[in-house]
């Protein structure tokens, strides 16, 4: 064990507790002239369920330590990727607090602590205890009511900063035709190691698995649904990634789907084809199967490379027809 492990100082404990991911939220309440108040927090965490009870604690030197130590209530506004700017207003010791909400939406909610407006979820609750706890209270509220407004990605605080993995993601999605280009050889190479992998170690429930997705995603384009097709064939990559079992590989290949996932949503958003439907790739999908069933790893590799091509020769005919369009 080393001498830090040994005798930790606040600034590498500080810096060992930062390794673990944590949302953002903005916590907020009213003081006792019914003036708003609010600040930043990564401490938020669920308790319970049956009664809904949720936690987060605040410093003992904090200048709004007074005000949590009075009230009765508080709302927890969960923040969105977009919203690092909001979390950097409150988080500030230059503002005062009437310029921490100057402009910023919010309605009153139960007990009337403020509801931000644009949040992705808020928990408005009545506070269940507190708890001295070293340098810092704790608080443990009672949920009364609560929102949840969107599905987009929260902000997340990891190492000293916000995680930007969703919005670097988009930044991707949204590149020329050629990060597709190198999106599909990416996407290429890291499948033949998985169906090679899903050769050896994929287990008769993850065939099966597979075998339901395709059949129907056979049905799905039949019947011209090519919304859920397009989510049928995402999902049998990623159920080609579960049945590999490898776990480092699972993450990369979780990232370049998302990224196949946002790349989709940014041609529907550009009215350009979402999706290119290819019926030549429907039995080449099921090939790859037959190879995991009969554990033939060269022929689900040559059948997962014949696929790849087939989709980077289609797409790079589709851009030079939307090129000359656009010329």
């Known amino acids: 064990m080393s001498a830090t492990q040994q005798d930790p100082t606040a600034k590498s404990f500080r810096h060992a507790l930062g390794c673990f991911p944590t949302g953002v939220a903005v ?40 005000i ?33 909400f100057d402009g910023v939406s919010y309605a009153r909610g139960w007990g009337g602590s403020p509801v931000l ?30 929102e949840q407004s969107s599905d987009e990605d929260a ?33 290429a190479a890291v499948h033949v190691s998985l169906v090679r992998l899903a050769c050896k170690a994929a287990q008769p429930a993850d065939i099966e698995a597979i075998e339901r997705n395709l059949r129907a995603l056979d049905r799905y384009a039949a019947e011209g649904d090519m919304v859920h097709r397009t989510e049928a064939a995402i999902t049998f990559f990623k159920q080609l990634t579960t049945a590999a079992h490898n776990e480092m590989l699972a ?33 080449l999908r099921w090939q790859v199967l037959s190879c995991i069933r009969a554990r033939d790893s060269d022929g689900a590799a040559a059948a997962m490379s014949e696929y790849f091509g087939l989709v980077a ?8 027809a939307l090129s000359a369009v656009e010329a």
């Open 27 to 66: 916590i907020t309440t009213s003081d006792a002239r019914g003036q708003p108040v609010g600040l930043t927090c990564n401490s938020f965490s669920s308790v319970s369920l049956d009664p809904p009870l949720v936690l987060w604690s605040l410093r003992n030197n904090s200048k709004s330590i007074d």
């Open 68 to 100: 949590f130590r009075q009230t009765e209530q508080f709302t927890i506004n969960v923040l969105s990727h977009r919203q690092d700017g909001l979390s950097g207003r409150f988080a500030s010791s230059s503002k005062t607090m009437a310029e921490k």
């Open 117 to 146: 407006d644009d949040c992705i979820a808020n928990f408005q609750c009545s506070v269940f205890a507190r708890h001295e706890a070293g340098d810092h209270v704790v608080f443990i509220g009672q949920v009364e009511n609560f």
């Open 155 to 187: 902000l997340v605080f990891y190492k000293g900063a916000y995680m930007m993995l969703a919005q670097s993601l988009r930044a991707l999605a949204q590149k020329s035709s050629d990060s597709e280009a190198e999106l599909v050889e990416a996407r």
């Open 251 to 283: 993450v990369v290949a979780q990232s370049l789907t998302t990224i196949l996932e946002y790349t989709v949503s940014e041609h529907l958003a550009r009215s350009q084809a979402p999706t290119i439907y290819l019926p030549a790739l429907n039995p």
């Open 313 to 320: 020769s289609s797409r790079a005919a589709v851009a030079k």
